[in-house]
């Protein structure tokens, strides 16, 4: 029998050394090395015969290369198409991560049951072909060409890889995977890195675009070696607040495509409905004006977006005065405070200061400032602010309204909502656009804000 061959892997990174250490010398977290066993057995049978040996290789100029037809494939999903940059790329690679329970078997199984005119093989590890049965019948999709497989081995999914031919492969998920090639467990470093290697080799060799899920660890990275993210495409996160229905699906690796881009879902008895207007879940819809509330803009990815921040300011039942924040920089905060103290002479040192923006979502352009802001002083006045009224200006540390990008889109954002007046910088003034109906106010200070707000 052959000697077994052991390597020692860090959980973490992926780091290999041949004995045990104590501290990873790549990544520095302590008692992460585990051993795995990583026996190899020879003559690989591969995916589709290689040609290595036979084939003359000549490299070309890039200019001679063709660019074929590299026809985007239309995922049926208007949000995962554009978080794609426009569709999956024929041979590309895709990983999806996204923390248990957030929805990533649903939204696969959901594209694999959408793309109607695409025969789709989807292999799951994790549930029985009866659970996916169930699911499938709970999102009301009429059944199409998609195929079900539960299995985890490798080599006999490559079996039904061939028989059935599929246009696309979706794997649920990747840490359930085995090859026959390896010997340590599935899940371990060296199965996820070694199966995945495997599913990339068929994906680039029968220009099949290949979805992987995989799951994320404690601190929201993706399980399995670094190397895994090198190895794919496009690296996609699905996430979300479980006690809201929002989803957001996000790029953080796109080699075809913009990383800017966002997908905005919503989980629905009947599986995911794509939102294609934010603001509309983002805006409540209120049937009296109150205190504390100004509707601030905000760009998640290309797209403009309103959003309410609510804010709320009362004498401090204690010592020290709060400041607190959700969905926003708390630093960002103090310094909004410390602007309104010095340039406009609000005295709010001895107030607790709340603000959330509501819908459970983070935002971190800094165009919500003013609208931050204003509904601080609409609270601390206890006056409403018009709920026509939206703002997409940043606030500097004077005092100034500073401009902020793509003010046109913004504008025509918040008229399309059916907003009477936005308020912007003076800076933004020149970008506003002909047509606009809607009321745009520029400012340069923020105390002539308070005019147009407050009057
Ligand atoms: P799932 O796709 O299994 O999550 P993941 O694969 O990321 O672990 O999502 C399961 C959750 O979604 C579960 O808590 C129930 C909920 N859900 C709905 O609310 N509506 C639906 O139509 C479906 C299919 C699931
Ligand atoms: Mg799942």
């Excluded at 390597?7 to 780091?15: D, I, P, R, S, V």
């Excluded at 990583?38 to 591969?46: L, R, S, V, W, Y």
């Excluded at 899920?213 to 794919?232: R, Y």
């Excluded at 909502?417 to 047509?435: D, V």
Aim: glycine residues 8%; neutral net charge; proline residues 3%.
């Amino acid at each position: 029998m052959a000697k077994i061959k052991t390597t020692f892997f860090c959980q973490n990174c992926g780091a290999e050394s041949p004995k045990w250490i104590g501290k990873c010398p790549s990544c520095g977290q302590w008692n992460t090395f585990v051993e795995e066993v990583i026996q190899k057995t020879e003559a690989k049978e591969p995916w589709i015969k290689s040609d290595a040996h036979t084939k003359k290789i000549t490299p070309k100029r890039i200019a001679d290369i063709e660019l074929g037809q590299q026809q985007r494939l239309d995922t049926q999903n208007k949000e995962l198409n554009r978080v794609l940059g426009g569709g999956l790329v024929p041979g590309s690679i895709v990983l999806l991560g996204g923390e248990p329970g957030i929805g990533k078997s649903t939204l696969l199984l959901q594209v694999a049951l959408q793309m109607k005119n695409q025969k789709v093989l989807y292999v799951s590890g994790e549930e029985s072909e009866q659970q996916i049965r169930m699911r499938a019948d709970r999102l009301n999709l009429t059944m199409s060409e998609t195929y079900i497989l539960t299995e985890t081995n490798t080599q006999r999914i490559a079996q039904a890889i061939r028989d059935i031919q599929p246009d696309v492969l979706i794997v649920d998920s990747i840490q359930t995977m085995q090859t026959e090639h390896i010997e340590s467990t599935a899940g371990s470093i060296s199965q996820i890195r070694e199966s995945a290697g495997e599913f990339h080799k068929f994906a680039k060799q029968s220009n099949t675009p290949v979805l992987l899920i995989g799951h994320i660890t404690k601190d929201g990275s993706l399980a399995g070696p670094k190397i895994l993210e090198h190895m794919v495409d496009s690296v996609l996160h699905f996430e979300g607040d479980r006690n809201y229905g929002y989803r957001i699906l996000r790029s953080v690796k796109n080699r075809f495509g913009s990383t800017s881009e966002l997908g905005i879902y919503e989980m629905q008895n009947t599986g995911l409905r794509e939102v294609s207007n934010p603001s509309e879940i983002l805006l409540s819809h209120r049937d009296q004006m109150l205190s504390g509330i100004a509707i601030g803009s905000t760009m998640e990815g290309m797209r403009p977006m309103l959003i309410e921040i609510q804010a709320l300011v009362s004498s401090a039942a204690y010592g020290t005065p709060q400041r607190s924040t959700t969905g926003f920089d708390g630093r960002r905060l103090n310094m909004l405070l410390a602007v309104l103290e010095k340039r406009a002479g609000f005295r709010l040192g001895a107030k607790d200061v709340f603000v959330n923006v509501a819908g459970g979502i983070k935002v971190d352009d800094p165009a919500i400032d003013l609208a931050v802001v204003c509904a601080i002083l609409s609270s601390n006045e206890d006056i409403e602010i018009d709920d026509k009224t939206c703002f997409a200006a940043e606030v500097g540390l004077s005092g100034e309204i500073r401009s902020v990008n793509r003010i046109e889109q913004r504008i025509s954002e918040a008229e399309k909502l059916g907003f009477e007046r936005i308020i912007i910088s003076k800076f933004n003034q020149k970008a506003i656009p002909k047509s606009a109906k809607i009321e745009v106010i520029a400012v340069n200070k923020v105390e002539e804000v308070f005019k147009y707000v407050f009057a």
